[in-house]
């Protein structure tokens, strides 16, 4: 069987469908499709696999239980392939494979998504997607487009030729992906100036904030250059207009899995391969998720919204979406994640589930979560931290059946290390109740981080760092590392074949103290904060030579 409206749809199918453990949807999707064309409600940028896998699928769960009478507008900004090699061919539909820690799994045929739009100004889909802004049924434009999709500045602090063409030339035809935001904003300002929240659903801290910077920033050059009306700056920013909601996500969505993929051609549906585009994303006509999921919005709607709490998600003030927030991003699950990444790609790992039955990399997680990182956390009360963790450590990081690998996770790591361990070390410099030099494992991780920066693993041997955007700059102080020689803090006189003095060579601990000061990286200077002389240390124990990794782990974990 292959996917598509009328083999899923068709009751001469359902046996089959039945036999391959799907069922089909029980709603009627050509009047879900007509009347979400015709008053569209919600519309989400970021046709990935945590919107399918979470959102989609809330979608669906309440129209098939009668809350619901509309569908979800997906919107694709940044590869337009995947709306022509996932979306198109299979006429939005999907498989979700519920991935459960007991072994089973769970399969749903998804067909909440009406529309499937490539969000560029260059494309006819965009006349649509202003269409679609105009609407005054139009509640909600949601986003996981990653937090880079909303800088506005390059790794380097510069501003993109995208973005300041946007800035000159307006409305009409924007390059880059919050212009193009803006201008659709701009099309409902004119039209109508009705209500709507954006509402971002990216992993990243104070979310709406970094989406209502960007498009502010839009708004403000416009008016500035007479390319927009006077008044899109305010509409912008009234509240009572434009939202910009706080929100926390939580669900792992690995790349689609060839196990995955097997599981569904066994059961005899045909077309299942995974599709990588020209820009190195990876989709597929099904998405591979964990069972757990957690979603927590500001509830700021000023024109009403879907009715998602009856799906499970969580709607509450601000204060509580930013300690939720914190919990899991700084303490609970994220630096957990990224612990896991760096030890597991030094120590030759490629599955995270594997790294659990590791009893070392099992206690780091539990030291860095139980001891170190639990003692900061603000309880946010509706989600309790200690079930939280214990959950993360004991379920969700051990599922065998989910197949996210640490290099995957190891990706962009500069980006991730303020929020996920930089915010765990200033409430230990702001709280008497803290003390920094409790802090072991946290200082470990950074140090093993630059050890990993230098593409050695921990039997000597090279191995492929994770892109970064600021791998290069790292690199320039992390490439004249010695690696297997720690003796050079106060190297020895040399000489050349001449007898010539040759200067003396610097010590690995000034070629990484540049990264150190960074606080850009870690949040804080870390010799401000009194950890920078221990990363040196310990960076020093890990680059000794072959095993020193593992040796400097269980010193540590033991100590």
Known sequence: MKLN??????????????AADIKPPAFDRAGLIERTKSAPTWVHFGAGNIFRAYLARACQELVEAGFYDKGVIAAEGFDHEIIDMAFTPFDSLFILVTLKS???????????????????????????????????SLQMASFTITEKGYSLQSAAKETPPDILYDFENGTEAPRSYMGRIAALLYERYKHSADALALVSMDNCSHNGDKLKAAVSAFAKEWE?????????????????????PWSMIDKITPAPHKDVKKMLEDSGICGMATIVTSKNSYAAPFVNAEETEYLVVEDAFPNGRPPLDKAGI??????????????????????????LAIFGCLLGYNKISEEMKDPDLKKLVEKIGYEEGLPSVVDPV???????????????????????????????????????????????????????????????????WLRYLMGVCDNGNSMEVSPDPLFLPLNSHIKHVRFGITDDENPPEQTNISGEL??????????????????????????????????????????????????????????
């Open 5 to 18: 409206d009328l083999t899923l749809f068709s009751s001469d199918n359902t046996e089959k469908w039945l």
């Open 502 to 559: 040759l200067p003396a060579p610097v010590s690995y601990r000034e070629r990484i103290r540049p990264i150190l000061e960074d606080a850009r990286i870690f949040g804080v200077n870390l010799y401000e904060a009194g950890l920078g002389e221990k990363v040196e240390d310990m960076f020093g124990e890990l680059i000794e030579g072959a095993g020193a990794v593992r040796k400097t782990l269980q010193k540590y974990l033991n100590s």
């Open 224 to 244: 500035e250059r007479g390319l927009a009306q006077k008044g899109f700056l305010a509409y912008i920013n009234n509240p009572q207009k434009i939202s910009f």
């Open 314 to 339: 969580i709607f509450t003030d601000r204060e509580t979406v930013d300690k939720t927030e914190k919990m899991k991003v700084c303490t609970c699950l994220n630096p957990l994640h990224t612990a």
């Open 382 to 448: 509706i989600i309790s931290p200690g079930k939280f963790l214990a959950e993360v450590i004991n379920v969700r990081l051990p599922n065998p059946f989910l197949p996210d690998t640490p290099q995957r996770i190891a990706t962009d790591t500069s980006q991730k290390l303020p929020i996920r361990f930089g915010e765990t070390v200033k409430a230990y410099l702001d709280r008497s109740d803290l003390d920094i030099a409790n802090l072991k494992l946290i200082p470990l991780v950074f140090a093993a």
């Open 102 to 136: 007991d072994g089973s799994a769970d399969k749903k045929a998804v067909a909440s998504i009406t529309e499937a739009l490539k969000a560029s100004s260059s494309h006819e889909d965009f006349s649509r997607l202003k269409e679609i802004f105009r609407a005054e």
